[in-house]
């Protein structure tokens, strides 16, 4: 992978001033109070923060599943605040991936079919030698049949994730990929989500709040109240968990 | 759990609103078809019982009864008018009477129905509105509306000729007017009313009264007995004697026949509405129960019976369907009471028109409409009830519902359908329509049972085939079919209404059709005018009207046949030239040449010669049956047989491309260029035209009225996409944020809604072409020969009208889906 020599250089994703509020008057909440973040390319970053930190806020907007009120989003060179709703559809099936909680797989589609249907809905084809690659790291290659109820938890997880990968996307963002799946198949997720960014140089940025998780991150992002308030490099579980206590402080 | 039940109406009101609509317009539909039975009884009440409305009892002569005319039965006479008078029990009596009189003035003659008229008995029902009632046997009254119509009024001088043997004239002077009569037994002729003593001048004595109106001093009851009694005294036998109500009941009904009729045919497609309502309520309820079994299995696990779940459910539909019912029947209401008050605005001599709502009107639609909402919630009720606590721990799993056709109805349906098509096989192999009916009745709904084996696959088939590569098309014929039972319902209830129209219109083009062709063998000519022998001038412009194609001169002459088998005398002979006739005549067979008579089959005959004034001609048959024998006008020459002027006319050929209203036009011009009445033009053309258009009218009426069960269906097709999409939230959220965009995600679900409304409506089509060419044999091989026609073009738009509106059907649900943000929708459970 030619990224790999190139890993600190450049960023993948460049947030600044953003700014997002919900409500009106009383039941007023500001979600991000001008957030400047910038998450290097080829790196496996966690966000991490108390519930109602604004962490799944900033992901989403990042994401562009949510639109923030001001600020800029720059993804692979486009500010995603400036894109139409059709613009901005076409930049997440090319430039984003997602991995959610709950795997939220198509059900009435095999697992084969759901890892191509971003590609399919670009209507592009995919590279077959990528496909078999990505889905023998992720262990899937006598699951590609299967529909997704007849896969268990981490299998699905697994799906989801070779879904992400598969078109080379800018960044994937995971929402939690380990929230519904128990520990050791959470261990065998993250472990592969490591694997991506070191093997295939892929970005990752990923919202948790378990520091187990956060763990096999490159990198700690930590909120509050709807800014940026901290940095942990190369976090263990004790680190990211005194750190998370300080903050409930 | 009825607060439960309540709560749940109140949080998902949105999800029931498809189904209330259906239930309103189906109940709606069956309450209007009931209203108009009951309003064409109360129109007629008030227009028959115009002449009892005063009175307490009607005394007359039964003539179902079997004293009837029978020896010593006597008639009603003024002497009896007077003996009712004289009892002690009544107060007022009157009699009407129906004898048709002349009216005379110096110029003119009128029929006129002669009243006897008593100012001291209240006018006998009579109801003048300017001068006064007749007081001697030289006044007269007459009704308003003849009064205008003659031009007669107050103080002309008129004679009556009286009627009967022993019937007198008079000469009167008009000293009032009534009001005119909307009785349909009466308002046909002047209503002239006189004095009791000229009544019976006029008819001699012993002239029979219709009826004896009375009102009495004081209990019906006790008159009734004493009028009773005094009739018997009189002889009267065959008098019934029958409060005012109850005549006008009776004679209501003796007119109502026909609207029994109307009132059944219109029940029959109110019944059809309510079946396909009943579907869009069935799945309304398994949907609505489907996105809350986590909800119901929590309340199990909290420790509610599998009853209380049922009942909740149950009542959830009660709800529904009393609000829905009632709603219906008001439109109801309020849809006869406008058509009411619009035909008595539009149509002055019908200006008595009555709204007539009984409680029927309201009682049966309402309940009928509850029942029918509750017994289609009871299967998904049942499924509800069968849920397990364990269920509401489990994630739900929108893909895995599996319906099992249940096998008993797969056998009880495919029994049904085989029996059924072997009655309709059977029907148009005897060719009894009543067989074939029945075998129609019976397949059908052994088809619809078996909808579940071939509507899904049909759907996905199908959406396969057009979808091609785009993902959007892929997705949106998997999910068409993700939950085969909701699908299959959807669209039976739309192929219900679909393959009923198209039946119709299968059956009904074919019938058109076949009698056409029936018409052109029996009638080959277009058109026929008979007057006198036509001159050179009158052929000529005759033959330049717009849209005459060819006209053929004839001439009549008459002569004595003798055949083998029989003799005709001074039998009208037709007398043509063979070659002006080839250019109008359709039928070969129906042209004479010379030395041939052209035998039409009106009569019989096995005869190879005839024998015409001396001569032997060839006898040639042919199957025109309206038309009189022919021979050439050499043959005439030959034979030396006689025409006249007076005697001829001609036939004449269309273009053709002429249609039903050109042609009464083409018939003015030629009435015009000949001088005579158009209707003494006639031919196979006008009959051909005739039919076509009673054909298309029934047509029009019976696919007006089968629209509204399609309209239900396309409302349920809405409804089951809206509650799909409601369903699936979450899962057209994801694939928004793995890239779909609005525009795919709208289509995606318009495709499945025109694929599930688009194959309702073929196998509606092939179902109701099938239905329409067996039911037109059955009924017209009888008749003559049959020609199927199936109007493609007619089929086509009933497909391409199922399309656009399923398309339609698709445009809230989906815009409601493509506006929920990928967030917002990620983020439901």
């Keep these: ?220 992002l930590l909120m509050k109240d709807g800014q940026l308030v901290g940095r942990l490099a190369e976090p263990t579980v004790a680190s990211v968990t005194d750190a998370l206590t300080s903050l409930a402080e | 759990m009825l607060h439960v039940a309540l709560a749940n109406i109140k949080v998902y009101a949105r999800r029931y609103i498809a189904a209330i609509l259906a239930v309103a317009i189906g109940t709606a539909f069956l309450g209007a078809s009931l209203a108009v039975d009951t309003s064409t009884r ?108 003659t031009g007669l009024g107050i103080g002309d001088q008129v004679a009556i000729e009286g009627a009967g043997e022993e019937g007198g004239l008079q000469e009167v002077r008009i000293v009032g007017l009534s009001a005119a009569t909307n009785d349909p037994f009466k308002s046909a002729m002047m209503q002239l009313g006189v004095s009791e003593g000229s009544w019976e001048f006029l008819l001699g004595e012993g002239a029979d009264l219709d009826e004896i109106m009375v009102n009495g001093t004081g209990d019906t009851a006790q008159t009734r007995s004493a009028l009773q009694q005094l009739l018997g005294d009189q002889s009267v036998r065959s008098a019934t004697v029958l409060t005012a109500d109850e005549k006008v009941i009776a004679d209501v009904a003796n007119l ?233 319902a959807t669209a039976t209830a739309l192929l219900i209404g679909v393959t009923l129209v198209s039946m119709i219109m299968v059956g009904g083009q074919s019938a058109k059709t076949s009698l056409n062709q029936g018409i052109s063998e029996e009638y080959p000519i277009d058109l026929m005018v008979q007057t006198g022998v036509l001159d050179d001038s009158e052929v000529t412009r005759l ?18 046949i003798n055949l083998d088998d029989g003799e005709l005398d001074d039998s009208y002979l037709l007398v043509v030239d063979p070659q002006v006739l080839a250019t109008v005549i359709q039928d070969e067979s129906a042209i004479p040449q010379d030395g041939e008579l052209v035998f039409t089959n009106w009569s019989y005959t096995e005869s190879e010669t005839a024998q015409v004034a001396g001569h032997d001609l060839q006898v040639k048959v042919s199957t025109a049956s309206y038309l009189s024998n022919m021979i050439t006008q050499n043959t005439a020459r030959d034979l030396a047989l006689p025409t006249d002027d007076l005697n001829g006319g001609a036939m004449l050929r269309l273009d053709d491309a002429v249609s039903a209203n050109q042609l009464s036009d083409i018939v003015e011009r030629i009435a015009e260029v000949l001088d005579v009445e158009s209707a003494s033009i006639f031919g196979g053309a006008m009959e051909s035209a005739m039919f076509s258009q009673i054909i298309d009218v029934l047509l029009m009426i019976v696919s007006g009225l089968l629209a509204v ?7 349920g097709v809405a409804n089951t996409l809206s509650l799909s999409v409601l369903e699936r939230t979450r899962e057209n959220a994801l694939l928004r944020a793995l890239g779909l965009k609005k525009k795919q995600l709208r289509s995606m ?29 059955s009924t017209l091989a009888q008749i003559g020969q049959v020609r199927f026609d199936i109007p493609w073009l007619q089929l086509a738009l009933v497909i391409g009208v199922s399309i656009v509106a399923a398309l339609l059907a698709s445009l809230a649900p989906s815009r409601r889906a493509a506006r929920l943000s990928p967030v917002e929708g990620l983020a439901t459970e």
């Design chain 2, 543 to 560: 033959a330049a009207i717009d849209g005459i194609a060819a006209v053929a001169p004839y001439e009549v002459t008459q002569a004595m």
């Design chain 2, 42 to 149: 109360a129109t007629l009440k008030n227009s028959v019982g115009e002449y009892y409305k005063t009175a307490d009892l009607v005394a007359f002569r039964d003539w179902k009864s079997s004293a009837y005319g029978e020896d010593g039965d006597q008639p009603l006479t003024m002497d009896v008018l007077e003996a009712v008078r004289a009892l002690p029990e009544v107060k007022t009596a009157y009699g009407s009477s129906s004898y048709a009189v002349n009216l005379r003035t110096d110029n003119d003659m009128y029929n006129a129905w002669l009243i006897p008229i008593s100012p001291e008995h209240r006018y006998s029902g009579v109801n003048l509105i300017e001068g006064r009632a007749p007081m001697s046997e030289s006044e007269a009254t007459i009704d308003q509306k003849y009064a205008e119509q």
């Design chain 2, 709 to 715: 069960a399609v309209l239900i269906a396309l409302i």
């Design chain 2, 256 to 488: 109502t026949n026909g609207t029994e009729q109307l009132t059944m045919v219109l029940l029959i497609f109110a019944l059809v509405a309510l079946v396909v309502t009943g579907l869009v309520v069935m799945n309304t309820f398994a949907v609505v129960i489907a996105q809350r079994t986590r909800e119901l299995a929590l309340l199990r696990t909290l420790g509610a019976k599998r009853k209380q779940i049922r009942s909740s459910v149950l009542t959830e539909a009660l709800l529904i369907g009393i609000v829905a019912s009632a709603i219906g029947v008001a439109a109801a209401v309020g849809l006869m009471a406008g058509l009411v008050k619009l035909l008595q605005l539009m149509v002055p001599e019908m200006s008595y028109a009555t709204l007539g709502v009984d409680w029927k009107v309201v009682a049966i639609p309402l309940l009928i409409g509850i029942l029918m909402t509750v017994l289609a919630a009871w299967l998904p009720a049942r499924r509800a009830m069968k849920l397990a606590p364990l269920a509401a721990l489990r994630p739900f799993d929108a893909a895995s519902v599996k319906n099992r056709s249940g096998r008993i109805r797969i056998v009880f349906g495919a029994l049904l359908a085989i029996a059924g098509s072997a009655g309709l096989v059977a029907g148009a192999l005897i060719e009894s329509l009543p067989v074939a009916f029945l075998g129609g009745l019976l397949s059908f709904p052994g088809i619809l049972m078996l909808a579940s084996l071939f509507v899904p696959s049909t759907v996905y088939g199908i959406g396969k085939l057009f979808a091609g590569n785009k993902v959007a098309g892929k997705l949106a014929a998997l999910n068409s079919v993700r939950n085969p039972g909701r699908t299959t």
């Design chain 1, 1 to 220: 992978m030619s990224q790999e020599t190139t890993v600190h250089t450049d960023y993948a994703v460049q947030a600044r001033g953003l700014t997002k509020t919900y409500g009106h008057d009383s039941t007023r909440v500001e979600a991000l109070k001008g957030v400047d973040v910038s998450f290097a390319r080829s790196r496996f970053t966690a966000i991490m923060g108390p519930s109602g930190s604004g962490k799944s806020t900033l992901m989403h907007c990042l994401a562009g599943l949510d639109s923030a009120d001001s600020g800029e989003i720059v993804i692979g060179g486009k500010n995603l605040m400036q894109l139409s709703d059709d613009q901005l559809t076409e930049m997440r099936r090319e430039q984003i991936g997602f991995v959610f909680q709950s795997f939220n797989l198509v059900p009435t589609i095999n697992a084969r079919e759901n890892i191509l249907l971003p590609l399919a809905l670009a209507g592009k084809k995919h590279d077959e030698q990528w496909f078999e690659q990505v889905v023998g790291i992720l262990g899937l290659g006598d699951r590609l049949a299967h529909k997704p109820h007849e896969l268990s938890g981490g299998q699905q997880q697994r799906v989801a994730v070779a879904r992400a990968l598969l078109t080379r996307p800018e960044v994937v963002f995971g929402d939690e990929p380990t929230g519904n799946l128990d520990s050791r198949t959470g261990a065998e997720v993250l472990s592969l989500l490591r694997a991506s960014t070191r093997e295939m140089g892929q970005t990752i940025i990923m919202v948790t709040h378990d520091p187990v998780a956060a763990s096999y991150a490159d990198e700690v």
């Design chain 2, 749 to 777: 679900l318009a495709v499945e809604a025109v694929l599930i409304g688009g194959v309702a409506a073929l196998l509606g089509l092939v179902l109701g072409t099938i239905y329409g060419l067996f039911g037109a044999y």
